[in-house]
């Protein structure tokens, strides 16, 4: 089992950061690029989806990290709708649609996941204790996050 020492370390951030990656690379194709309104709002909510989890972790609690990937899930739906928008407006092919639409999907299991375990688990969070985050989440086996 891997340490987990920072929100890097965490698989479901390092699947959102690949995530952000992939839509970045989809919105520089024309025609989408034209659309600067839909290619900021979708690359601002992709981003939204790997920030969320390490603003989270960063906060030193379970609250607040349970809190903050709430709303990267909430990021992950909103990605998924404007990926359809992207759809509609022929921006993207269907295979490359379906392609996101399902790496999204997985990093939003993967965030129900996390909170899942954080909830059943009694730790409190680094802030809480005179331990470092390492002690907090050294049960956590990162190749399951």
């Avoid at 690029?33 to 030193?60: H, P, T, Y």
């Avoid at 965030?111 to 956590?140: C, H, M, Q």
Wanted: aromatic share 10%; net charge neutral.
């Amino acid at each position: 089992m891997a340490k987990i020492e920072s929100f890097e370390d965490l698989q479901v951030w390092q699947k959102s950061r690949e995530l952000a990656k992939l839509v970045f690379a989809i919105t520089r194709k024309e025609p989408f690029s034209k659309d600067f309104s839909l290619k900021d709002q979708i690359n601002r909510s992709s981003g939204s989806v790997m920030d969320n989890i390490a603003e989270g972790f960063e906060r030193g609690g379970k609250k607040e990290l349970i809190q903050f990937l709430y709303v990267s899930k909430g990021s992950c739906g909103e990605l998924r709708s404007q990926l359809h928008r992207a759809l509609d407006r022929d921006y993207i092919a269907t295979e490359e649609f379906e392609s996101l639409v399902l790496a999204s999907k997985e990093v939003n299991k993967q965030l129900s996941g996390f909170i899942k375990y954080l909830r059943s688990t009694d730790l409190k969070g680094s802030k809480y204790a005179n331990e470092p985050v390492v002690a907090y989440l050294n049960s956590i086996d990162s190749t399951e996050l």
